[in-house]
């Protein structure tokens, strides 16, 4: 006996394939599914079951003949589907935003496929497409102007064209769209058009999508995830630090059942610790202090990375980040301050500590509200100026043994940047 697992199980990032496609899909507010199964099957259920883990309904369809043409398994569903649904390959991964683009999408088409204009690939299916109607479609087209994404949008009409196909022997998919295509109820989406991952600072990452064939699809596509978990609100040491490494830790996270929460109070955990290194009076406590304070900034990342992965993201857990994040924020800045005062005795230290604690407050408080407000439109200064810019001071700091000096930086820059925020909010806010 081989245990052979069937393609659709193959994980990518800690979750199979078929799985991040149905996950996907109830990102774009698709709540109910029909899965045709064929071999290995039982496997494929005995993973998603029926589906009441993820909120979402699965109802199987047996397919014997699945070594026919993909039309066949899509025809054996005909019975679940009396009003206009998507149909998905397992197999390929796609931006939920492709979904929303192509569910929203204005056309009287009784099927719409997704397109891609790229250069067609060997594997790819070919597509003809005049004014937005397919006029072909076919693996071996010579003349093509772009590709079939296998994301299609399709009213109940698509059982009627598979049916004609079938009479003539043909039992692929393409073969039931080009029998549409021929009566003119074929059009497309052109899936470069949905929306896309803007970003302040970087290019625009393009929606994006990928047939899993080969090891190389695989490692392309994490390389696509992993791209996506840049934020567009992360801070510049973020970005250039932390972002490139905590991705990294995140891919090992994913395999394991670690979940976020979990991350979050480990995180929470080490912050502490390094407030303890920070308040002890000697140099190399210190240093360690600050290596720890930047780790936890570096992990901090990890949470909402494997939250994003995983499809785990809940509104609690970023909450709990941020919370435990400002305790850990406090914890730094008194650990500073202790260990200044077990030092030197002086009580400027506590001063300029407290402008430093009420300006990193102050700095997170407010900026939930301003990104909102004014999302883009202060550039690059919107980003500098965040936790992760704070805690990499205190890194500095330690390193250089300036416990005074940080804390004192920490409370010019903090403030500033809560001022500078106030008066760009009414410069704004005084035009309406
Ligand atoms: O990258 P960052 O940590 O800022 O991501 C925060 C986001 O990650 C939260 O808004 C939330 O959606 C998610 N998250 C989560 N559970 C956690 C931590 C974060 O769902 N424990
Ligand atoms: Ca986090
Ligand atoms: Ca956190």
Redesign the pocket.
């Known amino acids: 006996m081989t245990h052979a697992k069937p393609k659709p199980l193959i994980r990518l990032l800690g979750v199979p394939l078929i799985e991040r496609v149905i996950l996907t899909a109830k990102e774009a507010g698709i709540n109910e599914f029909i899965i045709v199964v064929g071999f290995l099957g039982e496997q494929i259920k005995e993973e998603l079951g029926d589906g009441r883990k993820y909120g979402i309904k699965i109802v199987y369809v047996e397919n014997d003949d699945w070594e026919k043409g993909n039309g066949i398994s899509v025809f054996k569903a005909r019975k679940y589907l009396q009003e206009t649904f998507i149909l998905l390959m397992s197999d390929h991964i796609l931006d939920y935003r492709i979904l929303e683009g192509i569910i929203n999408y204005e056309s009287s088409n009784d099927i719409v496929i997704g397109i891609d204009r790229r250069e067609p690939l060997k594997t790819d299916t070919k597509v003809l497409e005049k004014n937005g109607q397919i006029i072909e479609i076919g693996k071996e087209l010579e003349n093509s102007n772009c590709i079939d994404t296998g994301i299609f949008r399709c009213t109940p009409k698509i059982f009627a064209f598979i049916e004609e196909a079938i009479k003539e022997n043909k039992t692929e998919l393409a073969e039931a769209i080009a029998v549409g295509s021929e009566k003119g109820h074929v059009g497309i989406f052109d899936v470069s058009t949905a929306d896309s991952y803007d970003s302040a600072m970087s290019e625009d990452i393009d929606t994006w999508w990928i047939n899993i064939n080969t090891k190389e699809d695989l490692k392309n596509s994490r390389k696509m995830l992993c791209q996506q ?1 840049k ?1 567009t609100t992360d801070g510049v040491i973020s970005r250039f630090i932390n972002r490139p490494i905590s991705i990294q830790i995140s891919k090992l996270l994913v395999k394991t059942s670690i ?3 979990m ?2 109070f480990f995180c929470f955990a080490v912050a502490i610790l390094a407030s303890v290194f920070l308040s002890f009076p000697a140099y190399w406590a210190l240093i360690i202090g600050g290596i720890l304070a930047q780790i936890t900034s570096i992990l ?6 494997v ?2 992965l995983k499809f ?7 909450w ?3 919370i435990l994040d400002r305790y850990a924020d406090g914890f730094f800045i008194f650990g500073l301050s202790l260990g200044l005062w077990f030092r030197t005795e002086n009580y400027w230290g506590w001063i300029v500590g407290f402008f430093a604690l009420i300006g990193s407050f102050l700095n997170s408080y407010s900026s939930t509200k301003f990104e909102e407000f004014v999302n883009k439109q202060t550039g690059f200064f919107q980003f500098l100026v965040r936790r992760d810019l704070r805690i990499f001071i205190i890194l500095l700091g330690s390193l250089f043994n300036q416990i005074f000096w940080t804390l004192f930086i920490l409370g010019v820059i903090m403030n500033l940047e809560v001022l500078r925020r106030i008066i760009v909010t009414s410069l704004i806010y005084s035009k309406d």
Request: net charge negative; aromatic share 4%; proline share 4%.
């Open positions: 978990l934020k979940s976020p929460n991350i979050s901090d990342g990890c949470d909402g990375e939250a994003r785990q993201s809940s509104t609690f857990g970023g709990l980040d941020s």
